[in-house]
């Protein structure tokens, strides 16, 4: 028996290491707190403003573009329309997920508080049957053998009975909160497929936005619409081809940080993956050169408003993506720990269930009262998940709205 105990002790304290991440607040983490950090959020309702800018209906089109007809197939004004409202309709869909995403967080603090109160009174219930009543004054004076010796009086049986149903209502419980994250994971997972292309569980395999803008990017290019300074050429893709290097470095820590997460490995997902220096670096070093590249691009004379257009929204796209990677997997640490309370809820209505003597019966309560009480550091941290949410939101409307 002691063996089931000392995992689920040892489960449940990924679910504090998780949530401390999520918040902020994880050992070597250099990564700020946040499902998506304050700067993640405002730079996505950037994004999201952009988009929502951008003309939709065909006259509007022409006159953003200054032309009617420019003779190339992918470059007229019903095909950049066409482009053009994808990118809002992609843009729009936004809301849901930030409704959904501050939701999680306030669930996550109610779920917590409800495992608190509802373990806790599993505890206390235990500890006042006669069994437990009767080993505690043995401890100590008698071994434990002797103290296993002491069963269940009738009144334990039907209480034990009880306490069974209880621990099982909070399986569902869990399980609620469970569909809720995996809802939220699916929306971030469909946000970035249908921004970066890829394959969805319940669709077919998507191009994406980016795909489809640098298919007309292409085009511009091979016609000879996109004019550039000489001199800024090599640096311009010099630093184009820095920011893909740092792309797949990025992509090599969020694989580690799932690598970690799946495995319970909280301290490679900070010190390998997105949470540690290394991709902190990583990060600040990309938005650094994209800050250069935006200077170089500046000085390119003779843009069209479509050129200005579609470079404006690759960085955009390139920036979301990354952005929305991080959400992914830090979405997955609460789907991590959701299946670990489930699989501790699960173990321990198992366990109970073969237990009729003193002894297994305080095992039991010292074990169950380890599963629950990470969980009192999760209610803490949630309500900081919630702070972090709205802090973004009003930054970004004093400074952007």
Partial sequence: MAAPQQTSATDSKFVKDAVDVLAGKGVEQARSGGILTKNDIISIKLYVKQGLALPSVLPEVESFLNYKSIG?????????????????????????????????????????????????????????????????????????????????????????????????????????????????ANMLKRFEVELAGGQLADGPLLTGLQGQLSGMYDLMVRNEFVKSIADDKVAITEKKERIIQLDKDYKH??????????????????????FGSKAENARREREAVVMELAALEAHVLNKENLQTALEANQKSFSNVHNRMLDAEQAVNLLKKSWATILQNIDASAEEFLDIN???????????????????????????????????????????YN
Avoid at 255 to 273: H, V
Avoid at 368 to 383: H, M, R, S, T, Y
Wanted: charged letters at 25%.
């Fill in 253 to 274: 820590f969020c694989e580690l940080t799932a690598t970690g997460i799946a495995g319970g490995l909280i301290g490679l997902a900070i010190t390998g993956g997105i």
């Fill in 72 to 184: 190339v197939a992918g470059l007229e004004p019903s095909d950049v329309k066409v482009l053009f409202n994808n990118i809002k309709a992609h843009a729009i869909s936004w809301t849901a997920i930030e409704d959904q995403m501050l939701k999680q967080s306030i669930d996550l603090g109610i779920a917590a508080r409800k495992i608190l109160s509802t373990g806790g009174a599993i505890v206390e219930i235990i500890d006042e049957m006669d069994a437990a009543v009767s080993g505690r004054k043995k401890l100590g004076v008698w071994s434990e053998e002797e103290i296993a010796g002491i069963k269940y009086t009738t009144d334990d049986g039907l209480i034990s009975t009880e306490v069974g149903y209880i621990i099982k209502s909070m399986r569902t419980d869990v399980l609620k909160q469970q569909s809720k994250t995996q809802e939220l």
């Fill in 357 to 399: 003597d003193a002894m297994s019966l305080l095992r039991f309560s010292l074990a169950f009262q380890e599963v629950i009480d990470p969980w009192a550091v999760v209610k803490d941290n949630a309500g900081d998940l919630v702070i972090i949410f709205n802090e973004a939101l009003e930054e970004y409307k004093k400074n």
